[in-house]
């Protein structure tokens, strides 16, 4: 399993989009972003230049809100400061991975299920075109979509799994756990380490990471910022 230069998780938007997720990125110079109905992440170079931060300006456009996944710096001039949120970053042990027979591969058709999933838990930023930048595992009762995780950013040597969620009415039965390993199965049979975000208030989920085996590797910030 690829462990690779892991100073790129600590900028891990710009490292997907100059990277594996070069090819969704929307470009202005060394400026890059996910399409809006994607994700709401922006990617600059770990030292920003002015000029960067102008490309970024432009790019976003007055008035857009992005979100950067990095450890707190500056922002200047030309974009308003609107929310920090605490964030850490866990990279998963070697014995994590295992398929399960009951996940299932979740695909466009799913979406407005995976929407609705997404609305009644709050995992994080999931929208009509997410599905897009990765492989998604659902478990289903009764046809009724009640649990799923994916992958989202695709880094160099790491996979982030992305939008752990389960409905409210079955929440404490393993289920997220079971889809971590499932997602994670798939990450490293493609010869990636799998990693994953969550809130630095989430404790909650720090328990389950902890108890799965994580490794905390870095504790950043989701700074959203507006283009003026």
Same mark, same amino acid.
């Given at each position: 399993?690829?462990?690779?230069?892991?100073?790129?998780?600590?900028?891990?938007?710009?490292?997907? $989009?100059?990277?594996?997720?070069? !090819?969704?990125?929307?470009?202005?110079?060394?400026?890059?972003?996910?399409?809006? =109905?994607? @994700?709401?992440?922006?990617? $600059?170079?770990?030292?920003?230049?002015?000029?960067?931060? @102008? %490309?970024?300006?432009?790019?976003?456009?007055?008035?857009?809100?992005?979100?950067?996944?990095?450890?707190?710096?500056?922002?200047? %001039?030309?974009?308003?400061?609107?929310?920090?949120?605490?964030?850490?970053?866990?990279?998963?042990?070697? %014995?994590?991975?295992?398929?399960?027979?009951? =996940?299932?591969?979740?695909?466009?058709?799913?979406?407005?299920?995976?929407?609705?999933?997404?609305?009644?838990?709050?995992?994080?930023?999931?929208?009509?075109?997410?599905?897009?930048? !990765?492989?998604?595992?659902?478990?289903?009762?009764?046809?009724?979509?009640?649990?799923? =995780? !994916?992958?989202?950013?695709?880094?160099? %040597?790491?996979?982030?799994?992305?939008?752990?969620?389960?409905?409210?009415?079955?929440? !404490?039965?393993?289920?997220?756990?079971?889809?971590?390993?499932?997602?994670?199965?798939?990450?490293?049979? @493609?010869?990636?380490?799998?990693? $994953?975000?969550?809130?630095?208030?989430?404790?909650?989920?720090?328990?389950?990471?902890?108890?799965?085996?994580?490794?905390?590797?870095?504790?950043?910030?989701?700074?959203?910022?507006?283009? $003026?």
């Amino acid at each position: 399993m690829c462990r690779g230069d892991d100073r790129v998780l600590t900028n891990p938007v710009y490292a997907a $989009l100059t990277g594996p997720h070069a !090819g969704v990125a929307e470009v202005r110079g060394n400026a890059r972003r996910y399409p809006p =109905a994607a @994700a709401p992440f922006l990617g $600059l170079p770990d030292d920003p230049t002015p000029q960067d931060w @102008a %490309d970024a300006g432009v790019l976003l456009g007055p008035g857009t809100t992005a979100a950067l996944m990095r450890p707190e710096f500056p922002i200047p %001039d030309g974009f308003k400061l609107d929310l920090h949120i605490d964030l850490v970053q866990f990279v998963a042990p070697a %014995d994590l991975p295992a398929e399960d027979p009951e =996940a299932v591969l979740l695909g466009p058709d799913d979406v407005p299920e995976m929407l609705a999933l997404v609305a009644l838990t709050d995992p994080g930023p999931f929208r009509t075109r997410t599905i897009e930048l !990765g492989t998604y595992l659902g478990i289903r009762r009764e046809g009724e979509l009640i649990a799923m =995780a !994916g992958t989202r950013f695709a880094l160099p %040597d790491h996979t982030e799994i992305s939008a752990v969620c389960t409905h409210p009415s079955y929440q !404490g039965q393993g289920l997220a756990t079971r889809l971590i390993r499932a997602v994670a199965a798939h990450i490293t049979a @493609a010869g990636r380490t799998p990693m $994953l975000h969550t809130g630095g208030s989430n404790t909650n989920a720090i328990r389950l990471y902890n108890s799965l085996g994580f490794t905390l590797t870095n504790r950043m910030k989701v700074t959203l910022v507006q283009a $003026l």
